[in-house]
């Protein structure tokens, strides 16, 4: 059982616009053009917060770190939380490949090794269990959402880490954010859906006065469907990003250290 659940913590370690439009026009294009200013930013910190209840039972986690937006590369300190109380992973993240290094209850099981190596997307392809994953590697899939903005109001000056940011609130389509982007932008999008089962979500998001995006927060409640396997799914996600172009550097382990993680999942998931 412990091991079943150290394996799935490393899962979750991997884990997170024209027309029609209701609300002030004015206030849409600020929030859909943060987008763009905030990936054209190159980097920045990134601290991560996930609150959900899945299968009746709750799953909390924290994430901070730092992102390269156009090279899709980041490191991540993340601490579980509910998942595995006092435990905490590093995870390394190149592209479509992460490293997370082992949960204790694994180091043994692995011989030693340090590191697990997981191919997201192969991961995803094997088993739609963890088709999720990518959408939690990159803390810019909320910020590329935001092209999807179909309403938005204004709710008023907020300080964010002690910055001054105007806070807006209303709902994306993640499906015409979609088609404003594409390839790696495009993908994160359909992942984030993914993740949050729902096609529209509400949002609030605070964006400073250079039009970048401070913090974005998502929460979803989705009543039991085949989509959700039958099961009632919340989650409430918030993200904020902070020192812009902070450098970021991120080592590939050695192949001595590290095991294949797709391998472990695809037996925990079932297949």
Same mark, same amino acid.
């Given at each position: 059982?412990?091991?079943?659940?150290?394996? !799935?913590?490393? !899962?979750?370690?991997?884990?997170?616009? !024209?027309?029609g439009c209701g609300g002030d026009s004015s206030a849409i294009e600020i929030v859909r053009a943060s987008s763009a200013k905030t990936v054209g930013a190159e980097s920045a910190k990134v601290s991560i917060a996930l609150d959900s209840v899945v299968e009746g039972e709750p799953v909390k986690f924290k994430a901070d770190g !730092?992102?390269?937006?156009g090279g899709r590369k980041g490191v991540l300190t993340l601490d579980l939380g509910s998942l595995?109380?006092?435990?905490?992973?590093?995870t390394r993240l190149?592209?479509?490949?992460?490293?997370?290094?082992?949960?204790?209850?694994?180091?043994g099981v692995l011989g030693g090794k340090k590191f697990?190596?997981?191919?997201?997307k192969a991961l995803a392809a094997q088993n739609k269990q963890f088709g999720s994953l990518s959408g939690g590697t990159d803390p810019t899939s909320g910020v590329e959402a935001l092209r999807g903005a179909k309403d938005v109001t204004e709710v008023g000056k907020e300080d964010v880490r002690g910055e001054s940011t105007t806070h807006y609130r209303g709902t994306i389509d993640l499906d015409m954010a979609?088609?404003?982007v594409e390839g790696d932008a495009a993908e994160a999008v359909d992942e984030l859906k993914t993740l949050l089962q729902s096609e529209e979500i509400p949002y609030d998001v605070w964006i400073d006065d250079d039009g970048r995006v401070r913090r974005t927060k998502f929460v979803v409640e989705a009543a039991p469907s085949a989509k959700t396997n039958n099961k009632a799914v919340s989650t409430a996600m918030t993200i904020e990003l902070f020192d812009f172009g902070?450098?970021?550097?991120v080592v590939e382990p050695p192949a001595a250290e590290v095991a294949d993680g797709n391998g472990l999942l695809a037996g925990v998931g079932g297949g």
């Open positions: 059982m412990r091991r079943r659940l150290a394996a !799935a913590a490393v !899962a979750v370690a991997v884990g997170l616009t !024209a027309g !730092a992102f390269d937006f595995l109380a006092g435990t905490t992973l590093e190149l592209g479509d490949t992460a490293y997370v290094s082992t949960p204790a209850a694994l180091t697990l190596k997981l191919d997201i979609k088609s404003e902070t450098n970021v550097d």
